[in-house]
């Protein structure tokens, strides 16, 4: 077992210096806190695999969310470099919304994520589960 002040090796290294348990917590929370917002995973599943979606489109996807949140998250992801919004010039004006390759990245991650929420146990089977003896 590592102790908590030795270099972690296997997590990925930044550039050419090795990540501590700290600055991977710290890495996770800086990703996490890009992805916070009501609708910001909604959306980002909506364009996944490639999909390019018109502001409409993205409207009726989601019907529950406000045009101004939706307005906000768009600008927020796009601000983060995890959407990218193209502008067509021609009337009337036609916007289109997909993901940059670095948000497209995101999907397995995220996916991973799912798999592993899904594998949660139920909480009665944790409650009744034996402690494991310390050693």
Do not use: N
């Amino acid at each position: 077992m590592r102790s908590t002040h030795e270099k972690v090796g296997y997590l990925p290294a930044r550039k050419h210096d090795e990540l501590t348990p700290a600055t991977a917590a710290e890495g996770v929370e800086q990703a996490l806190r890009v992805l916070e917002g009501r609708w910001k995973l909604v959306i980002l599943f909506h364009l996944f695999g490639g999909r390019v979606l018109r502001f409409s489109e993205l409207e009726r996807a989601i019907p529950a969310v406000s045009q101004k949140m939706l307005i906000q998250q768009l600008r927020q992801l796009e601000a983060d470099g995890i959407v990218r919004r193209v502008v067509h010039h021609q009337v009337p004006p036609k916007v289109e919304y997909g993901l940059t390759d670095w948000g497209q990245a995101l999907c397995p991650a995220l996916d991973a994520l799912l798999q592993w929420a899904g594998h949660r146990p139920a909480p009665q089977l944790v409650a009744e589960a034996p402690a494991e003896a310390p050693g």
